[in-house]
């Protein structure tokens, strides 16, 4: 009887340490999913927090975005405006001297020659010895389209850096005219 008590006693207490050593993972778990969701929730209303001061803050951002808007079409419609006057100039002008212009039009008159772009300034020995010691630094500068102010494209504009450290902009030492002597 006794070692049936005995025994009865040790089967209990090795279901109550199973038992244990399964909970004991469960309420970890928990645990840390309770930790989630107070983390969860103090994020969220961080969050809401965040957007309604951006709601707030946004207006008055939009507002000077409107505003610089308005000022560059503004600049632009006083560009297109001086650009219209001097083509009714030149408009009321050739009409009254319509007829003179056709008669001189039938005498040949020569183009106007092109003007020719500078030379650059820099020798051509110089870009060589900088070329070679890798002193041509390219920057990469965006074409943006008016009003919005978004870049449409990039250009890629060369610069050489003097001995000096100083840097020459590109009609500084790129050759003209097809000139391919570098």
Do not use: W
């Amino acid at each position: 009887m006794l070692l049936s008590f005995f025994g009865c006693v040790c089967i209990v207490l090795m279901e109550r340490t199973l038992r244990q050593r399964a909970e004991n993972p469960l309420e970890r778990a928990i645990e840390d999913f309770s930790h989630l969701l107070a983390t969860d929730a103090q994020a969220g209303a961080m969050l809401g927090q965040r957007i309604n001061m951006m709601a707030y803050a946004n207006a008055a951002q939009r507002l000077e975005g409107v505003e610089a808007d308005i000022s560059v079409l503004g600049t632009v419609i006083r560009q297109a405006a001086k650009a219209v006057a001097e083509i009714e100039d030149r408009v009321a002008k050739l009409q009254l001297a319509g007829r003179e212009r056709m008669i001189a039009a039938a005498t040949p008159v020569a183009p106007p020659a092109p003007e020719r772009e500078p030379e650059p300034v820099i020798p051509v020995e110089m870009v060589r010895q900088a070329l070679s010691e890798n002193r041509l630094i390219c920057y990469i500068q965006p074409v943006i389209t008016l009003p919005q102010r978004r870049p449409q494209g990039y250009d890629l504009v060369p610069c050489l850096m003097l001995e000096g450290g100083d840097l020459a902009d590109r009609v500084d030492f790129v050759p003209r005219g097809g000139s391919t002597t570098c």
